[in-house]
Nanobody, 122 residues
Framework: QVQLVESGGGLVQAGGSLRLSCVVS????????MGWYRQAPGKQRELVAA???????NYADSVKGRFTISIDNAKNTVYLQMNSLKPEDTAVYYC????????????????WGPGTLVTVSS
């Protein structure tokens, strides 16, 4: 009943920029937090950036100063602006939703997007 649709991934040269978007659709009552995670080949999934509905953010040390997460609650969309991309940023990026959805009553739900591939060439 809640779906995440990611877009914006692709191939980019080192030093370039990309903006990822994640649109949340469904019976949403309240977004508590949204996040971007990534998983590189042979590595564990890691948190890249997260934002609460109140606007608090946190970032992985590896992306601080380069990536910016933002959210548009009216559009139920979270963005990840990625600047100064490095080859080590290459990974599948996953959008994560945490919030309340409406069924017969509000219920907490965590939902993952299918992922979008970001490839940074050197």
């Amino acid at each position: 009943q809640v779906q995440l649709v990611e877009s914006g991934g692709g191939l980019v040269q080192a030093g370039g920029s990309l903006r990822l978007s994640c649109v949340v659709s469904g019976s949403i009552f309240k977004i508590n937090a949204m996040g971007w995670y990534r998983q590189a080949p042979g590595k564990q999934r890691e948190l890249v950036a997260a934002i609460t509905s109140g606007g608090s953010t946190n970032y992985a040390d590896s992306v601080k100063g380069r990536f910016t997460i933002s959210i548009d609650n009216a559009k139920n969309t979270v963005y990840l602006q990625m600047n100064s991309l490095k080859p080590e940023d290459t990974a599948v990026y996953y959008c994560n939703f945490q919030g309340l959805v409406v069924t017969t009553k509000p219920a907490y739900l965590e939902v993952w997007g299918p992922g979008t591939l970001v490839t940074v060439s050197s």
